[in-house]
Protein backbone atom coordinates (compact mmCIF):
# COMPACT_ATOMS: atom_id res chain seq x y z
CA UNK A 1 0.00 0.00 0.00
CA UNK A 2 2.65 2.58 0.77
CA UNK A 3 4.59 2.10 -2.75
CA UNK A 4 0.52 2.34 -4.38
CA UNK A 5 -0.26 6.03 -3.56
CA UNK A 6 3.45 7.31 -4.73
CA UNK A 7 3.16 5.60 -7.79
CA UNK A 8 -0.68 7.19 -8.37
CA UNK A 9 1.27 10.19 -7.58
CA UNK A 10 3.13 10.46 -10.32
CA UNK A 11 0.83 8.91 -13.08
CA UNK A 12 -0.95 11.63 -12.49
CA UNK A 13 1.37 14.33 -12.22
CA UNK A 14 2.74 12.93 -15.60
CA UNK A 15 -0.78 13.23 -17.12
CA UNK A 16 -1.26 16.56 -16.00
CA UNK A 17 2.24 17.22 -17.19
CA UNK A 18 0.45 15.79 -20.66
CA UNK A 19 -2.43 17.92 -20.50
CA UNK A 20 -0.48 20.95 -19.85
CA UNK A 21 2.07 20.61 -22.59
CA UNK A 22 -1.14 19.92 -25.18
CA UNK A 23 -3.13 23.08 -24.16
CA UNK A 24 0.40 25.11 -24.49
CA UNK A 25 1.23 24.08 -28.09
CA UNK A 26 -2.14 24.96 -28.94
CA UNK A 27 -2.91 28.03 -27.35
CA UNK A 28 1.04 29.20 -27.92
CA UNK A 29 1.25 27.92 -31.37
CA UNK A 30 2.82 29.49 -34.09
CA UNK A 31 0.99 29.57 -37.58
CA UNK A 32 3.54 29.13 -40.61
CA UNK A 33 2.82 30.22 -44.13
CA UNK A 34 2.20 27.47 -46.16
CA UNK A 35 3.85 28.95 -49.12
CA UNK A 36 7.17 28.82 -46.88
CA UNK A 37 6.57 25.25 -46.54
CA UNK A 38 6.55 24.66 -50.38
CA UNK A 39 9.47 26.71 -50.66
CA UNK A 40 11.19 24.57 -48.14
CA UNK A 41 10.12 21.30 -49.45
CA UNK A 42 12.40 22.41 -53.24
CA UNK A 43 15.41 23.78 -51.83
CA UNK A 44 18.20 21.58 -52.23
CA UNK A 45 18.69 21.85 -48.62
CA UNK A 46 22.68 22.71 -48.06
CA UNK A 47 21.99 25.05 -45.82
CA UNK A 48 24.91 27.22 -47.49
CA UNK A 49 24.21 30.80 -47.11
CA UNK A 50 24.83 31.67 -50.30
CA UNK A 51 20.97 33.31 -50.74
CA UNK A 52 22.32 35.43 -47.96
CA UNK A 53 20.11 34.12 -45.56
CA UNK A 54 21.00 31.78 -42.60
CA UNK A 55 20.01 28.13 -44.10
CA UNK A 56 17.30 26.91 -46.00
CA UNK A 57 14.28 27.21 -43.46
CA UNK A 58 15.17 31.03 -43.05
CA UNK A 59 15.40 31.49 -46.47
CA UNK A 60 11.73 30.02 -47.37
CA UNK A 61 10.21 32.47 -44.32
CA UNK A 62 12.05 35.30 -46.19
CA UNK A 63 10.58 34.15 -49.34
CA UNK A 64 7.12 33.81 -48.12
CA UNK A 65 7.38 37.36 -46.86
CA UNK A 66 8.74 38.81 -50.24
CA UNK A 67 12.39 38.59 -50.35
CA UNK A 68 13.30 37.30 -53.98
CA UNK A 69 13.22 33.95 -55.29
CA UNK A 70 16.26 33.85 -57.37
CA UNK A 71 18.26 34.08 -54.32
CA UNK A 72 19.46 29.99 -53.82
CA UNK A 73 22.47 29.85 -56.13
CA UNK A 74 22.98 25.81 -55.38
CA UNK A 75 19.26 25.35 -56.72
CA UNK A 76 19.48 27.32 -60.11
CA UNK A 77 17.00 28.22 -62.28
CA UNK A 78 14.76 24.79 -61.86
CA UNK A 79 14.34 25.95 -58.07
CA UNK A 80 13.63 29.41 -58.81
CA UNK A 81 11.20 28.53 -61.57
CA UNK A 82 9.30 25.99 -58.50
CA UNK A 83 9.51 28.86 -56.05
CA UNK A 84 7.91 31.43 -58.73
CA UNK A 85 5.08 29.06 -59.11
CA UNK A 86 4.31 28.51 -55.24
CA UNK A 87 4.80 32.72 -55.07
CA UNK A 88 2.87 33.71 -58.12
CA UNK A 89 5.27 36.29 -58.94
CA UNK A 90 7.15 36.08 -62.27
CA UNK A 91 10.14 34.03 -63.15
CA UNK A 92 13.56 35.96 -61.93
CA UNK A 93 17.04 34.11 -63.65
CA UNK A 94 19.75 32.63 -60.87
CA UNK A 95 23.31 34.08 -62.23
CA UNK A 96 25.13 30.57 -61.53
CA UNK A 97 28.28 30.80 -59.93
CA UNK A 98 31.16 28.00 -59.65
CA UNK A 99 34.50 28.21 -57.50
CA UNK A 100 37.38 28.76 -58.81
CA UNK A 101 40.86 27.41 -56.86
CA UNK A 102 43.87 29.98 -57.36
CA UNK A 103 46.38 27.91 -57.22
CA UNK A 104 47.79 24.92 -59.70
CA UNK A 105 50.67 24.10 -57.27
CA UNK A 106 50.63 20.38 -57.43
CA UNK A 107 53.42 17.93 -56.61
CA UNK A 108 55.44 18.18 -59.41
CA UNK A 109 55.73 22.42 -59.34
CA UNK A 110 56.48 22.95 -55.76
CA UNK A 111 57.12 21.45 -52.28
CA UNK A 112 57.04 21.69 -49.01
CA UNK A 113 59.32 23.41 -46.42
CA UNK A 114 58.48 21.23 -43.36
CA UNK A 115 57.06 17.67 -42.75
CA UNK A 116 53.93 18.13 -40.60
CA UNK A 117 53.10 15.58 -38.00
CA UNK A 118 49.56 16.43 -36.19
CA UNK A 119 46.12 16.93 -36.93
CA UNK A 120 45.40 16.56 -40.86
CA UNK A 121 43.49 19.14 -41.56
CA UNK A 122 44.27 22.55 -43.91
CA UNK A 123 43.38 24.62 -40.81
CA UNK A 124 45.50 22.98 -38.17
CA UNK A 125 48.36 22.65 -40.97
CA UNK A 126 47.96 26.56 -41.37
CA UNK A 127 48.25 27.60 -38.20
CA UNK A 128 52.30 26.29 -37.90
CA UNK A 129 54.13 29.18 -39.75
CA UNK A 130 51.71 29.93 -42.13
CA UNK A 131 51.18 26.39 -43.19
CA UNK A 132 53.99 23.76 -44.52
CA UNK A 133 53.90 24.32 -48.51
CA UNK A 134 56.90 25.92 -49.66
CA UNK A 135 54.58 28.35 -51.30
CA UNK A 136 53.08 30.64 -48.01
CA UNK A 137 49.80 30.96 -50.51
CA UNK A 138 49.77 27.91 -51.40
CA UNK A 139 46.87 25.39 -51.46
CA UNK A 140 48.05 22.63 -48.50
CA UNK A 141 45.96 19.60 -49.81
CA UNK A 142 44.27 17.91 -47.11
CA UNK A 143 40.80 18.52 -48.26
CA UNK A 144 38.78 20.44 -46.40
CA UNK A 145 37.09 22.17 -48.89
CA UNK A 146 36.59 18.31 -50.03
CA UNK A 147 34.58 17.93 -46.39
CA UNK A 148 32.50 20.51 -46.75
CA UNK A 149 30.79 20.42 -50.17
CA UNK A 150 27.92 18.63 -50.40
CA UNK A 151 27.63 17.96 -53.90
CA UNK A 152 31.25 16.33 -54.42
CA UNK A 153 32.32 19.32 -56.64
CA UNK A 154 35.80 19.34 -54.90
CA UNK A 155 38.88 17.27 -55.09
CA UNK A 156 42.47 17.19 -53.92
CA UNK A 157 44.53 15.93 -56.93
CA UNK A 158 48.29 15.81 -57.28
CA UNK A 159 48.61 17.88 -54.34
CA UNK A 160 46.22 20.86 -55.09
CA UNK A 161 42.50 20.93 -54.78
CA UNK A 162 40.54 20.84 -58.54
CA UNK A 163 37.25 21.68 -58.77
CA UNK A 164 34.99 19.56 -61.52
CA UNK A 165 32.70 23.10 -62.94
CA UNK A 166 30.09 19.89 -63.86
CA UNK A 167 29.24 19.55 -60.07
CA UNK A 168 30.21 22.92 -58.72
CA UNK A 169 26.96 24.32 -57.54
CA UNK A 170 27.99 27.83 -56.33
CA UNK A 171 27.59 26.83 -52.92
CA UNK A 172 30.73 28.76 -51.38
CA UNK A 173 31.10 26.12 -48.44
CA UNK A 174 34.46 25.10 -50.17
CA UNK A 175 35.55 29.25 -49.71
CA UNK A 176 34.51 29.50 -46.18
CA UNK A 177 36.51 26.45 -45.57
CA UNK A 178 39.75 27.25 -46.89
CA UNK A 179 42.01 28.58 -44.46
CA UNK A 180 44.24 30.38 -47.04
CA UNK A 181 41.07 31.97 -48.76
CA UNK A 182 42.55 30.64 -52.08
CA UNK A 183 38.49 29.94 -53.57
CA UNK A 184 36.42 32.56 -55.12
CA UNK A 185 32.98 32.19 -56.52
CA UNK A 186 32.77 33.60 -60.23
CA UNK A 187 30.18 33.75 -62.97
CA UNK A 188 29.23 30.53 -64.49
CA UNK A 189 30.13 31.62 -68.19
CA UNK A 190 33.41 33.18 -67.17
CA UNK A 191 36.05 31.26 -68.80
CA UNK A 192 39.43 32.20 -67.69
CA UNK A 193 41.58 32.75 -64.73
CA UNK A 194 44.85 33.07 -62.89
CA UNK A 195 45.54 29.98 -60.78
CA UNK A 196 47.68 31.89 -58.35
CA UNK A 197 47.91 34.94 -56.07
CA UNK A 198 51.01 34.43 -54.70
CA UNK A 199 52.25 38.44 -53.23
CA UNK A 200 55.92 37.22 -53.88
CA UNK A 201 58.20 38.95 -56.45
CA UNK A 202 59.31 37.02 -59.38
CA UNK A 203 62.47 35.71 -58.27
CA UNK A 204 60.68 34.64 -54.98
CA UNK A 205 57.62 32.94 -56.76
CA UNK A 206 59.73 30.66 -59.13
CA UNK A 207 61.54 29.17 -55.73
CA UNK A 208 58.53 28.47 -54.24
CA UNK A 209 56.76 27.14 -57.45
CA UNK A 210 57.12 26.90 -60.91
CA UNK A 211 53.79 27.54 -62.00
CA UNK A 212 53.26 30.83 -60.16
CA UNK A 213 53.05 33.83 -61.29
CA UNK A 214 55.63 35.86 -61.58
CA UNK A 215 54.20 39.45 -62.56
CA UNK A 216 55.96 39.52 -65.65
CA UNK A 217 53.15 41.63 -67.17
CA UNK A 218 52.99 39.38 -70.58
CA UNK A 219 49.38 38.92 -70.22
CA UNK A 220 48.61 42.24 -69.89
CA UNK A 221 50.18 43.27 -73.32
CA UNK A 222 48.90 40.61 -74.96
CA UNK A 223 45.35 41.31 -73.45
CA UNK A 224 43.32 42.78 -76.30
CA UNK A 225 40.78 44.10 -74.42
CA UNK A 226 43.07 45.67 -71.25
CA UNK A 227 41.14 42.85 -69.00
CA UNK A 228 44.06 41.66 -66.97
CA UNK A 229 46.52 43.98 -64.69
CA UNK A 230 49.18 42.96 -62.29
CA UNK A 231 48.66 43.52 -58.64
CA UNK A 232 50.92 42.78 -55.70
CA UNK A 233 52.90 40.64 -57.86
CA UNK A 234 50.18 38.64 -59.93
CA UNK A 235 47.72 39.39 -62.55
CA UNK A 236 44.19 39.26 -61.81
CA UNK A 237 41.57 39.48 -64.52
CA UNK A 238 38.67 42.31 -64.61
CA UNK A 239 35.72 40.19 -65.68
CA UNK A 240 33.57 42.63 -66.90
CA UNK A 241 35.86 43.64 -69.36
CA UNK A 242 37.43 40.06 -70.11
CA UNK A 243 35.99 38.43 -73.56
CA UNK A 244 37.59 34.99 -73.13
CA UNK A 245 39.62 35.38 -76.24
CA UNK A 246 42.56 33.37 -74.01
CA UNK A 247 45.42 36.08 -75.23
CA UNK A 248 46.48 35.70 -71.83
CA UNK A 249 46.72 32.07 -71.08
CA UNK A 250 48.33 31.33 -74.55
CA UNK A 251 51.47 34.10 -73.93
CA UNK A 252 52.16 33.35 -70.18
CA UNK A 253 55.52 31.98 -69.37
CA UNK A 254 54.89 29.87 -66.27
CA UNK A 255 51.09 28.62 -67.71
CA UNK A 256 49.54 30.18 -64.58
CA UNK A 257 46.40 31.15 -66.29
CA UNK A 258 44.42 28.58 -67.87
CA UNK A 259 41.16 28.37 -69.69
CA UNK A 260 38.87 26.54 -67.96
Known amino acids: MEYIIPIVLFICLGLLAGVLLTVFSRVFAVEQDERAVKVREVLPGANCGACGFAGCDAYAEAVANGAKTNAC ?129 GKATMAACKAGCIGCKKCERNCPSGAIHVQDNHAVIDHEKCTGCGACAEGCPTHCIHLL
Not at 113 to 135: F, I, P, Q
Not at 149 to 171: H, N, Y
Request: aromatic share 4%; proline share 4%; charged share 15%.
Open 73 to 201: IPGGDSVSRQISAIMGSAYEDVAEQVAVVHCSGTCGVTGKKYEYAGEMTCDAVSRLYGGNGACPSGCIGLGDCVKACPFGAISVKDGAAVVDRSLCTGCGLCAKACPKHLIGLFAAEQRVEVLCQSPLN
